[in-house]
Nanobody, 119 residues
């Protein structure tokens, strides 16, 4: 059984920073791309950032220049450094990973962590 567990969410003032982490655990062969998505109240879940196993990154336009995604393959962990946070960044942030087990890859999701940007 593969699990993704996020941490690092919380309340931060506008202009502040937070660092999210997502660690994969369980029995698997390897992890392909990993990413962060977010869902604000009443809105659909959208991609925030993704990173391939080789380190290639992709960002939503709304976070370019403010957020940085990275991963530690040895720790099976993906990070999201969020700087210059805005109230519109408030959302539940969920981790996603393409995990290879038994010869094929499946998408796994974490339960999410709440980020609130407010005075």
């Amino acid at each position: 059984q593969v699990q993704l567990v996020e941490s690092g969410g919380g309340l931060v003032q506008p202009g502040g920073s937070l660092r999210l982490s997502c660690a994969a655990s369980g029995s698997f062969f390897s992890i392909n791309a990993m990413g962060w998505y977010r869902q604000a109240p009443g809105k659909q879940r959208d991609l925030v950032a993704r990173i391939s196993s080789g380190g290639r990154t992709k960002y939503a336009d709304s976070v370019k220049g403010r957020f940085t995604i990275s991963r530690d393959n040895g720790k099976n962990t993906v990070y999201l450094q969020m700087n210059s946070l805005k109230p519109e960044d408030t959302a539940i942030y969920s981790c996603n990973a393409g995990v290879v087990t038994g010869g094929y890859a499946m998408d796994y999701w974490g339960k999410g962590t709440l980020v609130t940007v407010s005075l």
